[in-house]
């Protein structure tokens, strides 16, 4: 086989281009089990900043040491669970006014989740925090 310059100048460098993407990820620190949540010390980055991007999330299966973190191998934590009871809470000018209901989905930060109020009524909110869920 005959392979001119230039191609193999070009084979290495999207190798260095591929090492640098690489190395640009946040990766386990060490070999982390299942159902683990993430802590700053668990994740190797360039930054602190990149780190705690995923400080708080969740191990859905085992994640070796160095292997990439990213979704589905990690999520954010489930903070209102199916069927559970939350707070529902409304804001206006200041004033915050609350009741219970029951989650009929589970959500983590952020999600938008239908609460039921009562056996005819359920809005829907966003998951703020553990078992709360806040009305626009």
Same mark, same amino acid.
């Given at each position: 086989?005959?392979?001119? @310059?230039?191609?193999?100048?070009?084979?290495?460098? $999207?190798? $260095? $281009?591929?090492? %640098?993407?690489?190395? /640009?990820? $946040?990766?386990?620190?060490?070999?982390?089990?299942?159902? &683990?949540?993430?802590?700053?010390?668990?994740?190797?980055?360039?930054?602190?900043?990149?780190?705690? %991007?995923?400080?708080?999330?969740?191990?859905?299966?085992? !994640?070796? /040491?160095?292997? @990439?973190?990213?979704?589905?191998?990690?999520?954010?934590?489930?903070? !209102?669970?199916?069927?559970? %009871?939350? =707070?529902?809470?409304?804001? !206006?000018?200041?004033? @915050?006014?609350? =009741?219970?209901?029951?989650? &009929?989905?589970?959500?983590?930060?952020?999600?938008?989740?239908?609460?039921?109020?009562?056996?005819?009524?359920? @809005? &829907?909110?966003?998951?703020?925090?553990?078992?709360? !869920? %806040?009305?626009?």
């Amino acid at each position: 086989m005959n392979f001119g @310059v230039r191609s193999v100048v070009a084979g290495i460098g $999207l190798a $260095l $281009l591929a090492g %640098r993407a690489s190395s /640009q990820q $946040l990766r386990a620190a060490h070999d982390i089990a299942r159902g &683990t949540v993430l802590a700053y010390t668990d994740i190797v980055a360039d930054s602190s900043a990149d780190a705690k %991007r995923y400080d708080g999330w969740i191990t859905r299966r085992i !994640v070796r /040491q160095g292997e @990439v973190l990213k979704e589905p191998a990690i999520g954010q934590r489930v903070l !209102v669970a199916n069927g559970s %009871r939350v =707070r529902l809470e409304a804001v !206006v000018d200041g004033v @915050v006014v609350s =009741r219970e209901g029951i989650a &009929t989905a589970a959500g983590s930060l952020g999600d938008r989740v239908r609460v039921r109020i009562d056996a005819q009524r359920a @809005v &829907t909110g966003t998951v703020t925090g553990p078992a709360t !869920v %806040r009305l626009p």
